[in-house]
């Protein structure tokens, strides 16, 4: 499942309404839809702040235990895990995507990069 929006402050939201949507339909765990929607918000926050372009947001079941929520955008910058000290007001957003999904990473592509997150289902 994939869904395309412009790089609007207004996607974060309709990326987390279209993620609960598929995650419901697929009869998924919903004790597991606040942490996967905290880490669409980061990852689509992510791409609309740093990244170029559009947003593709792409759900694929990995298995029957995990999913994975890719997030795609045209730059070709590769984003990295910071270390944000308590009074900087940013810089949080891969911490929580490090600490609430089984794995992450980053497939740059030549028309940009996938940021994905592995979750439990």
Do not use: F
């Amino acid at each position: 499942m994939t869904i395309e929006l412009p790089a609007t402050p207004d996607s974060v939201a309709a990326a987390r309404h279209w993620l609960t949507g598929v995650l419901v339909g697929w009869s998924l765990d919903r004790s597991k839809l606040v942490d996967a929607r905290l880490v669409c918000s980061e990852l689509v926050t992510n791409a609309i702040e740093h990244g170029v372009g559009d947003v593709s947001c792409r759900l694929v079941l990995v298995d029957a235990a995990h999913y994975r929520l890719s997030v795609i955008d045209a730059d070709a910058g590769l984003p990295r895990l910071r270390d944000s000290g308590p009074d900087e007001p940013g810089g949080r957003g891969l911490q929580i995507v490090d600490r609430l999904a089984d794995s992450w990473g980053v497939a740059a592509s030549r028309n940009g990069k996938a940021v994905w997150a592995i979750l439990a289902a």
